[in-house]
């Protein structure tokens, strides 16, 4: 069995969609045995808490800088054992030392078409600001390895939904989650515990 850490910062439903799935013996060779939030205050902690997992509150705020913080990360993922950390609405962003520590054993969830709408600044609603500006009319979530640079690592799944006329970026925030993101995390979270992903070139393939 896989040690599952997963890493959060808000609300946590792709959390919640991860113990569903765990639930329901989807997660196949794996199993979460850790949650780590940035805020003491995430309600992801909770539904860590009520699930019957462990967890552990590393506040971004209580450190200096990335480096420092990231330290600190790296020290708890190895006090854990973990074989594979997945970010669920995980909003800072990781030094290199936790990145090379765990090469292709980290992976996001990153609520756009990668490499539409990613990297530095583009988090939570602000995607979907993004999106809507720009007039896409189609958009959805990618789910990828975490490399050194941010949202570029190896994409592993990725799926789409249509973008409504009328849609507000709460709106499409939210249609993007039912219809990808709390689908796509947990079978890409099973695949990998499955040893069912491999990579070749630097790119992400699944095993039929
Ligand atoms: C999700 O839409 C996730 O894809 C996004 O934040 C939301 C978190 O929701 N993550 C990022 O933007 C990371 N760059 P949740 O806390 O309810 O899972």
Request: charged share 25%; aromatic share 6%.
């Amino acid at each position: 069995m896989k040690n599952i850490v997963v890493m959060v910062s808000g609300g946590g439903t792709n959390l919640q969609a991860l113990i569903d799935a765990q639930t329901r013996g989807e997660i196949k060779g794996g199993q979460i045995t850790c949650v780590i939030s940035s805020r003491a205050d995430a309600y992801a902690l909770e539904r860590a808490k009520k699930a019957g997992i462990n967890t552990v509150v590393l506040a971004r705020k209580e450190y200096p800088d990335s480096k420092t913080y990231s330290e600190a990360v790296l020290e708890e993922l190895n006090r854990q054992k973990a074989d594979l950390v997945v970010l669920a609405g995980f909003m800072t962003i990781l030094d290199e030392c936790v990145t090379k520590a765990y090469p292709y054993k980290i992976i996001n969830v990153h609520p756009a078409l990668i490499p539409s709408f990613c990297g530095e600044g583009y988090y939570g609603l602000k995607v979907h600001e993004a999106a809507l500006a720009y007039g896409v009319k189609v958009s959805g979530a990618t789910v990828h390895f975490v490399n050194e640079k941010a949202d570029a690592g190896a994409i592993i799944l990725q799926g789409t939904v249509e973008v409504k006329s009328d849609d507000t970026p709460e709106i499409l925030q939210r249609r993007i989650m039912e219809n990808v993101e709390w689908k796509l995390l947990p079978k890409a979270v099973s695949l990998f515990c499955e040893d069912r992903i491999t990579i070749r070139d630097g790119k992400a393939y699944v095993d039929v």
